[in-house]
């Protein structure tokens, strides 16, 4: 529903093009009009590279603020804004999208699908919307709940929608949809909690849908889908006889990477990794037969007109840890050999990139850009990994590095065309993997097929966590496949990344800095407060020759949780924002100090089993949302002073659903009353910690 009729007039008296008029030459064309950001990546190509150059390292240090808009909701932001013809477009959580005027942040209409909250409950990673996509006139958001919405660019009013997913089944869509050849591109999410992953396209004009390609095979038959004609061979590298995967659909969900190829005439999909995690219960060895489970964890080119098949690289054969291989993918010309290749460069979870040649799925390299102890490289003749064959953790647990959290991620990787270099927001978080003797799948929530332990609490989980979970942005020759250089940075949750022709890299951090390096060395040089992370990709678009900077400004995401307990400035619910830079703007804003007690909690009388026990639970219910420790990021409520703590009456009705419609599960099918009292006291003692802390630092002599 459209919020507010924003003035147009405003747009059109210096813009004679209507709103949102592009089209297949506009965006081929993109290139040559760097005031622009129209699609995802900035070009087709997703390079994420602007050419615009006024603001440099030269003058960098004198960037001020130019605006900041508040968005009506708390919670993660990771879209990247779309600017045209002066006009931004972004989306904030619950898929709530935003038309603001670029020069000075005035709110031009608001578009709320009204998403029901309960749709959160499904969404693994917060309920996120990584943005939109525009086409000739029209601005299409993709919501959480399944559907794909056309709005009028002038008045936000939507024009069309439609549910693009089974919504009986545990589906999301968090990723933003890509437009080419007038049609509207989109996949889905939702791998650990049971679903089949695919990609649909739709008439951009219509809403008609026109074709879906499925990334697992259809074990019951064929589906009238453009995937039908490699199903055959698929279902060759899957056990069609057991596994959890014949109940489940086997994941794959293809839920950011969507890169059209004008040059190759390719839509390039980055699908998803196996659900459950564990291939050995997904889909059981056979001695002898191949069980790879394609299309999982591969780059995949299909036609963009009909969705045929056209070839694929699988990056992780028989993914077992939660190794998407949905980061964004940057679509490039190198000169490999002495010759130019058209290829598509990747820096997937597993650790490895890939430089791949788009005319074939080939691949030209692969080399680690993070320790890697899953397998010792890539064969270059067969493609495959060399694995580690200990560390599908089957007899005994395996510390697996890089590890579901993905030596890169969602977040975008940028390249500079005048450096030549890759920058990746990196992250090197080894993690514990083991099997689960005891899994049976749990309708609704979410299903790994491996083993949680718990994590060690207060200090001592701050110690383990700084020591094991660590970030960087990383400069990547992928010609010579290595370093330039690296910035250490704090925890994992570090934003995407912007090359620009003024020789900068510009880059959020988890604790809400925002910077500008040197492209070529690594060098910092702008380093301010914006008031809470970037995560998502900034731009740069400029409106009457006046270059911007634009990046958001949230609380969220699921491992900004592991940044906030190693933070004192953790987040604090406060409204999302799109911050907006330009040379000469006005003083960045000190941040304001949130003061938050923690209420003195309950006593429970608690045995050191149930404690455990709590601990344990704790770690596979609710630490997803509201953060390890107990600590939350601030995108949820902070249990640890929350009022239903207090009481265990209350807390148990809020654990059985009391508050299901804002967003908050219903965990009655699978935690009983004595386990709920169990997590209740473990939250007690983290209370408690944070309490005693507090009064400590209070009654502390002043020096
Ligand atoms: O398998 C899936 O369907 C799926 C979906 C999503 C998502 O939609 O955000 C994430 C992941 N997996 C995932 O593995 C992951 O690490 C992840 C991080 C984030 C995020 O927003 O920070 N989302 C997701």
Known sequence: MALAAGAFSLISATNPRRP?????????????????WMTHG??????????????????????????????????GVEATPIVVDGVM????????????DATNGKELWVYDPEVPRITGTKACCDAISRGVTVWNGKVYVATLDGRLVAIDARNGRKVWEQVTLDRSKPYTITGAPRAARGLIYI????????????????????????????????????????????????????????????????????WDALVFDKETNTLWIGTGNGGPWNRELRSPSIPGRNNDNLYLSSVLGVDPDTGAYKCHYQ?????????????????????????????????????????????????????????VSWATGVDPKSGRPIENPEARF?????????????????????????????????????????????????????NTGTAYTAFPEGPAAREMIRKLLKGYLLAWDPVQQKEAWRVPLPGIDNGGTLATAGGLVFQG?????LRAYNARTGAIL?????????????????????????????????????????????????????????????????RPVVENPTPEPPVIAASEEMLQAGSLNYSHYCLGCHGMSAVSGGATPDLRRTPYLQDGESFRAVVHGALATSGMPNFSAWLKDADVEAIRAYIAGRARDAFQEEQKRKHAPVK
Not at 89 to 100: D, E, Q
Not at 193 to 203: C, I, L, M, P, T
């Open 315 to 371: 990056e992780t054969p028989g993914e077992t840890w939660d190794f998407t291989a949905t980061q964004p993918m940057i679509l490039t010309t190198l000169k490999i050999g002495g010759s130019d290749r058209r290829v598509l460069l990747h820096a997937p979870k597993n650790g490895f990139f890939y430089v791949i040649d788009r005319t074939n799925c080939g691949l030209i390299s692969a080399k680690p850009f993070v320790p």
């Open 394 to 446: 089957q007899s005994a647990p395996f510390l697996v590095s890089p590890s579901g959290w993905g030596g890169h991620n969602w977040h975008p990787m940028s390249m500079s065309r005048q450096t030549g270099l890759v920058y990746i927001p990196v992250r090197d978080a080894p993690v514990h993997y083991a099997a689960d003797p005891a899994f049976v799948h749990r309708e609704g929530s979410y």
């Open 20 to 36: 949102a008029a592009v089209d297949q030459a506009r965006l081929e064309q993109a290139d040559a009009d760097p005031a622009n």
């Open 42 to 75: 900035r070009t087709f190509n997703e390079d994420r590279y602007s050419p615009l150059g006024a603001i440099n390292r030269q003058n960098v240090s004198k960037l001020g603020v130019a605006w900041s808009y508040e968005m009506r909701e708390s919670r």
């Open 509 to 513: 951090t988890v604790d809400g800095r």
């Open 89 to 100: 477009y972004i989306t904030s959580a619950w898929s709530i999208v935003h038309a603001i």
């Open 526 to 590: 702008w380093d301010i407060d914006n008031g809470a992370p970037a995560f998502g990709g900034p731009i740069s678009y400029s409106v009457k020759g006046r270059q911007y900077l634009a990046v958001t400004a949230s609380f969220g995401t699921p491992a900004y949780l592991t940044g906030a307990i190693l933070s004192t400035k953790v987040g604090d619910m406060r409204k999302s924002r799109v911050n907006v830079y330009r040379l000469g703007g006005a003083p960045i804003p000190k």
């Open 187 to 254: 996949g889905n999410s939702g791998s650990e909690y049971g679903v089949r992953g695919f990609v649909s396209a739709y008439d951009a004009e219509t809403g008609k849908l026109r074709w879906r390609f499925y990334i697992t095979p259809n074990p019951k038959g064929p589906d009238g889908a453009a995937s039908d004609s490699v199903r055959d061979r698929a279902l060759e590298t899957w056990n069609t006889a057991a596994g959890e995967w014949l109940r489940s659909g086997g994941g794959g969900a293809s």
